[in-house]
């Protein structure tokens, strides 16, 4: 068309909404393709084809992005700041997407493109979907989520959903026994040993969750008016498929939908249907929590941001410093009735720390990308987080204006912040074990050690092992959250401390010998940490191969030769037989004792 027939905006925001209408569908049906390969991969126990279909997955929105963006631009022309070309765009795109059975996912695919287009400073509710347009979903359900299944006994209740997901391959021995035995388990069941009458009946949601070397079921039933979580756990060795574990408890399958684990790769029609049928078995999980463990993780930040505007309305405490030892290369805050921390990169970091933000930032990508084994906590990343200044405490504004200045700024009563991580907060490790008696610092610092052995298993070493970057989860459970020296542990030089050659060399203020940037030496691991003699002592007692550089050589031997090793969500006391497992330490006597698969070359 002439530049003396200007296209109308009307038909700028028709052709504009029907581009980012296409560039989603192709966003969807990709993320889609890629979920449903983990059937296969199940089967085949092609364990490196399905850690690879989780990474591949996790780009595909960003390239569907990229190609979309430049299609907007050449569309926009001279008109893509205009705000009234927007606001008809969002219009347009809101009707399109009304039929949709992801219409949520939609709207904040939009919001993506709209953020990118303006480098939007908070938000803008004229040009993009600060709200949903549809707080209930605009289609009617062809169906529900699960799938009903009755019976004359648990054995056979349980047979039947079995036999419905012959996708997993169970042959009819493997069937029969897991039924008998997951009945056995239920009927022992402390909720379920109580009521007159056993399990009949039972609902199972109809997509398969797939995640490392596992797949689920995840289902409830009802006994005595109450709701209870059913998830059978599977697994495949060289035996062949079977029901590995059963997990009957809320904070079970609260832990396997963790913020600290990896998302799923579970085939899903409605999104929203889905999260709610799993509200019903964790419902102290946030709905952000269940998008994002769904591989949903930008929809779970945007009901993350919509839950934050929700509760500030409802509170007035304010920003302050998060407790604990002031960070080195994170300026940290939080408010204490909400259970976020904001991580704020510094300009500059305090002596030894010798890493740069780039490197930080890709410390972090590397994480979201890696199986996170249950010890890593999720961070959401943000960009042009506008907060109420009103709100902030004078000491986090000060901390922010000294250590963090460059990446601050303020317009009128807000303060942007230009690049932040938002994380789960927990409480730090070691004011956990100023404050625990006895046997909870026992119990935690057991944990700890278990923590670096389980992500030592996924090829990842936490670089930095002081207590301070350990946090103690709800569950009680610990997790590492300082991702500045993470680092792959087969990039590591792990080495023994060489014998001083005279007592010169004891006393000199500077080593004996050459230290290379990637070594490591085990042995001062123990010298640093600041334990108290009885909890270090058990700490050594119980952990005490991480001392031993023979213990991290042995274990990046077998991950440089391809070896993966699986940590899964639950310990042996849930499991239904005792697993081939291979290890590389002694096993641990509480619940969370990882079980490894053997490993996949």
């Known amino acids: 068309m002439s530049d003396s027939c200007p296209i109308s905006t009307s038909r700028l925001a028709n052709d504009v909404a029907r581009l980012i209408h296409d560039g989603f569908a192709e ?15 199940f089967r085949e126990r092609d364990w490196h084809g399905l850690h690879d279909d989780a990474r591949e997955r996790m780009h595909v929105r960003e390239s569907v992005l990229q190609t979309l963006l430049v299609q907007v631009r050449g569309t926009l022309g001279p008109r893509l700041h205009s705000r009234l070309a927007w606001a008809g765009v969002k219009a ?3 009707g399109m ?27 803008d509710a004229e040009i993009e979907f600060v709200h949903t347009d549809y707080p209930s979903s605009p289609t009617p359900a062809p169906d529900v989520p699960f799938r009903r299944y009755e019976a004359e006994s648990t054995a056979a209740l349980v047979r039947a959903a079995l036999t419905d997901h012959q996708e997993l391959g169970l042959n009819a021995a493997a069937l029969v026994r897991g039924a008998a035995s997951v009945a056995e388990r239920i009927a022992a ?55 590995d574990a059963v997990l009957l408890d809320e904070d079970d399958v609260s832990l396997l939908f963790s913020y600290t684990r990896s998302y799923f790769l579970a085939d899903i029609e409605r999104p929203s249907d889905v999260a709610e049928f799993l509200l019903t078995l964790i419902p102290r999980k946030r709905i952000a929590e269940i998008y994002i463990s769904l591989g949903y993780n930008k929809h779970g930040k945007t009901e993350l941001y919509r839950n934050a505007l929700r509760h500030l309305a409802d509170s007035t405490d ?20 909400y259970p976020v921390v904001f991580k704020v990169i510094r300009d500059e970091f305090d002596y030894p720390k010798d890493c740069t933000r780039a490197s930080v930032i890709d410390r972090y990508r590397l994480v979201f990308e890696h199986d996170r084994a249950g010890r890593l906590m999720d961070a959401q990343e943000y960009d042009f987080l506008v907060l109420d200044r009103r709100r902030f405490s004078d000491e986090l504004l000060d901390e922010l204006h000294d250590k963090a200045g460059s990446g601050i700024s303020y317009v009128d009563d807000r303060v942007v912040i230009k690049h932040c991580y938002a994380e789960r907060r927990v409480t730090p490790l070691n004011v956990y074990l100023q404050e625990a008696d006895q046997a909870d610092a026992q119990r935690a610092v057991l944990d700890y050690g278990q923590a670096i052995k389980d992500l030592a298993m996924t090829n990842l070493f936490p670089g930095d092992l002081l ?18 020296e993470v680092c792959l542990l087969t990039d590591c030089n792990f080495r023994r401390i060489p014998p001083a050659r005279s007592i010169d060399d004891e006393m000199a203020a500077e080593p004996w010998f050459g230290v290379g940037p990637a070594d490591v030496f085990p042995e001062e691991f123990v010298h640093f940490l600041g334990l108290p003699p009885q909890l270090r002592d058990l700490l050594v007692e119980r952990h005490g191969e991480l001392f031993d550089p023979a213990y991290w050589n042995a274990l990046k031997e077998q991950l440089a030769a391809g070896a993966l090793f699986h940590v899964p969500p639950y310990g042996e006391d849930r499991r239904l037989a005792t ?22 070359t």
């Open 579 to 600: 697993p081939l497992a291979r290890t590389l330490a002694p096993a641990r006597t509480d619940r969370w004792s990882p079980q490894l698969t053997a490993p996949t």
């Open 467 to 484: 207590l301070k970057n350990f946090g103690v989860t709800r569950n009680e459970r610990v997790v590492f959250y300082d991702y500045d």
């Open 92 to 94: 347009v795109f809101s």
């Open 27 to 41: 966003f969807h049906d990709t993320f889609r393709r890629i979920t449903r390969r983990a059937g296969e991969r």
């Open 318 to 337: 304010e920003y302050q410093l998060a407790p604990g030892q002031r960070g080195m290369v994170m300026v940290v805050f939080t408010m204490p009735s």
């Open 97 to 123: 997407i009304q039929q949709r059975d992801d219409w949520e996912i939609a709207e904040t695919f939009y919001n993506s493109v709209t953020r990118r287009v303006f480098a939007t400073v908070g938000v």
């Open 189 to 243: 069941d402390p909720v379920v040993s109580r009521c007159p009458e056993p399990v009949r009946a039972a609902e199972f949601a109809k997509c398969i969750f797939y995640r490392g070397e596992h797949a689920y079921l995840v289902g409830r039933f009802r006994i005595c008016d109450r709701t209870v979580p059913l998830v059978l756990c599977m697994a495949h060795d060289r035996r062949g498929p079977r029901v």
